[in-house]
């Protein structure tokens, strides 16, 4: 079935980017996703990016998809305090829902 | 817009009770899915309703049902709690498929002793 694989933790330096990875085993994913959750709040949907697409820029957030290796990454440039949280990978394909990894704990140290 | 709100944000329940959570989603939006989140599993798919008709269904049992309303408005049941049922419930919200742009509301902390 279906799997979508993250490194549980990152932290990175106030000022610095980080980039956290994702690696996922359905190779007809059509959409793949990033969404960021905060303590005691749900889901916020960052970013996402189609299977068509290479790379997409959303202000201080970038995508990158290689669908060769279904691998796919989310950097943060200028990484500040308020950025720490959890971040999860999702994939999904037409009407099936979304398929999720364990989640990314980014601490950003100040 | 507002965005996706659900009701309560907190329960307690013992054992062997049953418990109904509800969902409103975006104004628009005419999907709704529910996914159960813990610390063990993650977030895990339960269910998505279009149009008042169940579209998708994860693998939990019998116990967990839902439906939506002619408005959008989606409500879960979870019979016969138990220990295990203690998760973060989180709606999602689309205005098409069920893996397709989902905004999520905040989610009901249930907590089942």
């Known amino acids: 079935g279906e799997d979508v694989e993250q490194s549980l933790f990152l932290s990175v330096r106030e000022g610095d980017s980080s980039v956290i990875n994702c690696t996922y085993t359905?190779?007809?994913?059509?959409?793949l996703y990033w969404y960021k959750q905060e303590p005691g709040a749900g889901l916020q949907l960052l970013t996402y990016?189609?299977?068509?697409?290479d790379m997409k820029q959303d202000q201080r957030l970038t995508v990158l998809l290689n669908k060769k290796d279904k691998h796919l990454s989310l950097r943060i440039a200028d990484t500040q305090t308020g950025d720490s949280a959890i971040y999860f990978c999702?994939?999904?394909?037409?009407?099936?829902?979304?398929?999720f990894g364990k989640g990314t704990r980014l601490s950003v140290i100040a | 817009k507002a965005g996706v709100t659900q009701t309560p944000r907190y329960l307690i329940k013992t054992r062997g009770q049953q418990v109904t959570l509800s969902c409103s989603p975006i104004?628009?939006?005419?999907?709704v899915s529910w996914y159960q989140q813990t610390p063990g599993q993650g977030l895990q798919f339960l269910f998505e309703?279009?149009?008042?008709?169940?579209?998708n269904k994860g693998n939990f049992p019998g116990r967990f049902s839902g439906r939506q309303f002619s408005n959008s408005r989606s409500e879960m049941n979870v019979s016969t709690l138990e220990l295990g049922d203690s998760a973060l419930y989180l709606c999602?919200?689309?205005?098409?498929?069920?893996?397709?742009?989902?905004?999520f509301g905040p989610g009901t902390r249930l907590t089942v002793t």
């Open positions: 990016i189609f299977s068509n697409m």
């Open positions: 309703y279009f149009s008042e008709t169940q579209r």
């Open positions: 999702a994939e999904a394909s037409g009407n099936t829902p979304l398929v």
């Open positions: 359905d190779s007809s994913s059509t959409y």
């Open positions: 104004s628009g939006h005419r999907s």
């Open positions: 999602a919200s689309s205005y098409r498929d069920a893996g397709y742009e989902q905004y």
